[in-house]
């Protein structure tokens, strides 16, 4: 993809911006709750080390490609990571957003999804998004499912069964306002 998007931007109460070696603290803090990895096969916290890898991973993938997962603040604080990168199981880009539970039920993953299927649709000018999805998350299933997603097949991730949903390009420009 040649295409790159701004290293930020705003949505409607949403910060999005590029990840940075300071998110760090945050992004320990936010893969040690019990609550936010408790859809995993292995429902064990990461430690220290996998979560400054993920973080490496996400700057990387900025770096190389131009867009990737944002780091998300609300109101002046981090609240998450969530966006698109590319797959590298799947055809098309890959949808992926990890809330604090502290933020959860006050809309902000709608807002990121509709912000990532923007920037991925008329920015990036994709052809389909994915999202996974365990059925033991039926909230995540529920955002996908509202922000336009539809459910393809089960597929089997990291020995779970797991939910791939899918947009494509066309199904989205009929959602869009004109």
Same mark, same amino acid.
């Given at each position: ?111 990121? $999804? =509709? ?6 649709? /008329? ?10 999805? %365990? &059925? !033991? ?17 089960? $597929? =089997? ?6 939910? /791939? ?10 959602? %869009? &306002? !004109?």
């Amino acid at each position: 993809m040649s295409r790159s998007l701004p290293s930020s931007q705003d949505s409607k109460r949403l910060l999005l911006r590029r990840p940075a070696a300071a998110d760090l603290d945050f992004l320990v803090d936010l893969f040690s709750r019990p609550e936010l990895v408790a859809h995993r096969p292995d429902p064990t916290p990461d430690t220290l080390q996998q979560s400054a890898a993920r973080l490496a991973r996400d700057i990387d993938h900025w770096d190389k490609n131009g867009f990737g997962r944002w780091a998300v603040e609300a109101e002046g604080r981090l609240v998450g990571f969530g966006g698109v990168t590319l797959s590298s199981d799947f055809e098309g880009l890959n949808l992926s957003y990890h809330l604090h539970p502290g933020s959860w039920g006050h809309g902000y993953a709608s807002e990121l $999804v =509709m912000e990532a299927l923007r920037a991925a649709f /008329l920015t990036l000018e994709a052809e389909r998004v994915i999202a996974l999805a %365990r &059925p !033991a998350n039926p909230a995540s299933r529920r955002v996908l499912e509202k922000s336009g997603f539809t459910f393809d097949r089960d $597929v =089997m991730l990291h020995g779970a069964p797991t939910g /791939l949903f899918i947009v494509t390009a066309a199904s989205y420009k009929g959602r %869009r &306002p !004109a």
